[in-house]
């Protein structure tokens, strides 16, 4: 079992940066590709970003893709999500997610994804 905890998520104005995090529990995080979704009031659960084991690989939706980075730590078994330039339409609840079958490429599918974090809102004005 693994669990997901983001935190780092806020109020901010358009143009502005935040830096989510999510810490994972367990000993294999390591082995475990890991994603970011995000659900905006009254809309589907989308995808953001996600990252291989070692980081090699990275995959980004095209709406935040010159603007958002996600990066991850092993040994603090930690993901994070570097988001830059912000729009009030990334106004949403940001989910970390883990994916711990993957090989090759990350999934963009939120089914392919088994531990999920209880989310962190994000909220950006104009």
């Known amino acids: 079992q693994v669990q997901l905890v983001e935190s780092g998520g806020g109020l901010v104005q358009a143009g502005g940066s935040l830096r989510l995090s999510c810490a994972a529990s367990?000993?294999?995080?390591?082995?475990?590709?890991m994603g970011w979704f995000r659900q905006a009031p009254g809309k589907e659960r989308e995808f953001v970003a996600a990252?291989?084991?070692?980081?090699?690989?990275?995959e980004y939706a095209d709406s935040v893709k010159d603007r958002f980075t996600i990066s991850r730590d092993n040994a603090k078994n930690t993901v994070y999500l570097q988001m830059n330039s912000l729009k009030p339409e990334d106004t949403a609840v940001y989910y970390c997610?883990?994916?711990?079958?993957?090989?090759?490429?990350?999934?963009?599918?939120?089914?392919?994804?088994?531990?999920w974090g209880p989310g962190t809102q994000v909220t950006v004005s104009s």
């Open positions: 367990g000993r294999t995080f390591s082995s475990y590709f």
């Open positions: 997610a883990a994916d711990p079958l993957r090989i090759g490429i990350p999934s963009m599918r939120a089914e392919d994804y088994d531990y």
């Open positions: 990252i291989t084991r070692s980081g090699y690989i990275t």
